[in-house]
């Protein structure tokens, strides 16, 4: 779900290409098992631990890819306009 909701505007934004698919997959596989954690009832311990550290792993992707107001600032992505057509053929 996250990946249905977060990759096609990644890709709009000219963040994301197919050479980000591996770093994308990870943010979303921490994004699925911080939910996970997230709709269980009761949690130990551990679970707040395992939760935190999604959180983080998570937080450190989505900020390579613009994914808070303040990252998004900081990126500098030519628009699609810039971009010259040959290159999806040559990659």
């Known amino acids: 779900a996250h990946w249905d909701q977060a990759v ?17 997959e990870d943010m979303c596989a921490w994004w699925s098992e911080l939910q996970k954690l997230h709709r269980k009832k009761t949690k130990n311990y ?3 631990g395992m939760a935190a550290m999604c959180a983080k ?12 107001p303040s990252d998004r600032a900081k990126l ?13 053929f040559l990659a």
């Not at 792993?57 to 808070?68: D, H, I, N, Y």
């Open 76 to 88: 500098s992505v030519g628009s699609q306009e810039s971009r010259d057509p040959a290159q999806e």
């Open 8 to 24: 096609p505007l990644l890709i709009e934004m000219g963040v994301a290409t197919n050479a980000d698919q591996a770093a994308l």
């Open 57 to 68: 792993r998570w937080l450190e992707l989505a900020r390579s890819f613009g994914m808070t």
């Open 46 to 48: 551990r679970e707040l």
